[in-house]
């Protein structure tokens, strides 16, 4: 379950935020739980990476690299 953010600190925090969504989700519905991580994690890269250029400063990305992830899941 990769990201990429574009700094270490916001990979690694997506990261552990994707594995206790996916125990989350395991335990709701363990059949479909890859899927439905997989497509979070892919909704979340698609969020940040549209949104990436129009951002003025590292604060300001590091937000929208958390929100993506809240948003997607």
């Known amino acids: ?11 690694a925090w997506g990261r552990s935020f994707l594995r206790h969504f996916a125990t ?15 497509r979070n994690r892919a909704a979340a890269q698609l969020l940040f990476s ?7 400063e ?7 690299e958390m929100c993506s992830l809240l948003l997607a899941g």
């Open 1 to 11: 379950m990769r990201v990429s953010f574009g700094s270490m600190t916001a990979n």
């Open 24 to 38: 989350e989700v395991n335990a709701a519905v363990p059949k479909e739980s890859y899927d439905l991580v997989e």
């Open 50 to 56: 549209s949104r990436r250029q129009t951002l003025p």
């Open 58 to 64: 590292s604060q300001a990305r590091t937000i929208l």
